[in-house]
T-cell receptor, first 116, second 110 residues
């Protein structure tokens, strides 16, 4: 697509429920990132996918968080048993990941999660 | 731990003035440097990137990189109220890891 597409744009859920967030990267972008941004805070790295390589999950804050991506297509971020502290905007970004030159991250509009 | 540090602000400048935003980074091996603008409630959008020492100009924006001193700056000339936003620097060292600063909030006063 023309840009990074994320859905839903807004999600309100009750504590303890599971949520799934979706990201559709720019066509041809092999690298995909998930970030979390709490209100008034900076970007917190969650997970990185590059093609068919093993993802870097080092930023996932707990085992309630998981993410999947098949090849270079759509990614889903799943949060199980949501807690109020999970309330944040979840940003997805993608890039071509060329070996040389600057790889510019393009962000989606984000999914705002509110846990009541 | 690799870091990128920014003054959180707010940095207030009058309309028409030059706004100067700074970012210092810890990894001497850093190779690419990015400036993103984030309006309240929106996602970050790229302003410009730089990877060579010196200045790079794009319209009213100039990025300045000094690898010896490990800082990268963004100058905004003829600042407009529409420039009011949070500015994020990001640094990479040739790997896939982007190190983001926490951002500087800029307020341009009309």
């Amino acid at each position: 697509g023309a840009g990074v597409s994320q859905s839903p744009s807004n999600k309100v859920t009750e504590k303890g429920k599971d949520v799934e967030l979706r990201c559709d990267p720019i066509s041809g972008h092999t690298a995909l990132y998930w970030y979390r941004q709490r209100l008034g805070q900076g970007l917190e790295f969650l997970i990185y996918f590059q093609g068919n390589s093993a993802p870097d999950k080092s930023g996932l804050p707990s085992d309630r968080f998981s993410a999947e991506r098949t090849g270079e297509s759509v990614s889903t971020l799943t949060i199980q048993r949501t807690q109020q502290e999970d309330s944040a905007v979840y940003l997805c970004a993608s890039t071509r990941a060329r070996e040389s030159g600057a790889n510019v991250l393009t962000f989606g509009a984000g999914s705002r999660l509110t846990v009541l | 731990q690799k870091e990128a540090e920014q003054n959180s602000g707010p940095l207030s400048v009058p309309e028409g003035a030059i706004a100067s935003l700074n970012c210092t980074y810890s990894d001497r091996g850093s190779q690419s440097f990015f400036w993103y603008r984030q309006y309240s409630g929106k996602s970050p959008e790229l302003i410009m990137f730089i990877y060579s020492n010196g200045d790079k100009e794009d319209g009213r924006f100039t990025a300045q990189l000094n690898k010896a001193s490990q800082y990268v700056s963004l100058l905004i000339r003829d600042s407009q109220p529409s420039d009011s936003a949070t500015y994020l620097c990001a640094v990479t060292s040739g790997t896939y890891k982007y190190i983001f600063g926490t951002g500087t909030r800029l307020k341009v006063l009309a």
